[in-house]
């Protein structure tokens, strides 16, 4: 069992930039892919980045590769999503989420994930 408490949401201005962390608990000792994906109202879930914690592969959707950058620190069971350049598109609750499979393509397979956060709300304002 793994539990997931996102934290870092606000609203900010559109071209600032925020930085969201994931902090894990429970079962913190085998390797999972530790994921965030976006929802905005009407839409459907997004895969944003990915990344292992047994390694420093990461994935990014297309939509934020060079903005966004998903890091790691295995000492604190945390994981980070910073965010630059933020768009209004951006707007959404962002959540975490940890699976064992760590591919580009679980971004768009959100059932391989097996623990879910409760998310954290990010508005870019324009």
């Known amino acids: 069992q793994v539990q997931l408490v996102e934290s870092g949401g606000r609203s900010v201005q559109a071209g600032g930039s925020l930085s969201l962390s994931c902090a894990a608990s429970g079962d913190t000792h085998s390797r999972y892919c530790m994921a965030w994906f976006r929802q905005a109202p009407g839409k459907e879930r997004e895969g944003v980045a990915a990344?292992?914690?047994?390694?420093?592969?990461?994935y990014y959707a297309d939509s934020v590769k060079g903005r966004f950058t998903i890091s790691q620190d295995n000492a604190k069971n945390t994981v980070y999503l910073q965010m630059n350049s933020l768009k209004p598109d951006d707007t959404a609750m962002y959540s975490c989420?940890?699976?064992?499979?760590?591919?580009?393509?679980?971004?768009?397979?959100?059932?391989?994930?097996?623990?879910w956060g409760q998310g954290t709300q990010v508005t870019v304002s324009s």
């Open positions: 989420a940890a699976g064992v499979i760590c591919a580009g393509w679980v971004l768009n397979r959100a059932g391989v994930f097996r623990y």
């Open positions: 990344i292992y914690t047994g390694g420093d592969n990461t």
